[in-house]
């Protein structure tokens, strides 16, 4: 019986050593796949992957990829899925969607649509990074339930054009509607003009 016990005890440490290694070996292919899995897309973006891009959209090589360009989001091919991803500095777009903001005027104007900055470029639109001080921008922001602002302190035009710019990115972070942007939920709209409204008026404007 003692020799019965003593043989026993190193078969059973080499099946529990043979479990631990399996147990890794299961790890280990697990946390392989999870970083070979395609990347989740643009950081702190809420656009799922799409399977198809519709006709109208336009390849973008840059930096040695093909990009494909919709609706002013930037997508890579991933697996079969089309993985909106953060738009490449320097990418030129052949034209940009409706509803984009102009900022400034002439030869100096930049445009933004869905958080991208862009500047005229040949045959189309750069992606830029945003810049440092940001020009006046014209009203095209609100071209679907235009407001009139009254500068009532006297502010310059181009003031104007800055302050209205500002309290367009605020009033679009705290409700959650961009009017640059399409697929805005519409049902929001009245929650953004009247932030824009608030906005303006602690700026001293009159807004109707």
């Not at 090589?61 to 490449?88: C, E, I, R």
Request: net charge positive; glycine share 10%; charged share 15%.
């Amino acid at each position: 019986m003692t020799t019965q016990k003593t043989f026993a005890k190193p078969v059973l440490a080499r099946m529990f050593t043979c479990r631990l290694y399996l147990a890794a070996l299961v790890l280990v292919a697990t946390v392989s796949s999870v970083m070979a899995a395609p990347p989740p897309g643009n950081p702190g973006s809420a656009r799922p992957p799409l399977k198809n891009l519709p006709k109208t959209h336009y390849r973008v090589n840059h930096g040695g990829k093909p990009y494909f360009y919709w609706g002013g989001h930037f997508y890579l091919d991933s697996g079969g899925l089309y993985v909106s991803v953060t738009a490449p500095i320097g990418a030129i777009v052949p034209g940009l969607p409706g509803g984009f903001v102009t900022i400034g005027r002439g030869p100096g104007s930049y445009y933004y649509y869905g958080g991208v900055y862009y500047r005229a470029a040949p045959h189309g639109y750069v992606v830029v990074d945003q810049p440092s001080e940001i020009p006046a921008v014209l009203p095209d922001e609100e071209a679907s339930g235009r407001i009139i602002v009254y500068p009532a302190a006297g502010q310059s035009e181009e003031q104007t054009g800055r302050d209205r710019y500002e309290c367009h990115l605020w009033s679009s972070k705290e409700t959650g509607f961009d009017p640059t942007i399409s697929s805005s939920d519409a049902n929001l709209k009245d929650d953004y003009q009247r932030a824009m409204s608030a906005c303006l008026e602690a700026r001293n404007y009159v807004v109707k």
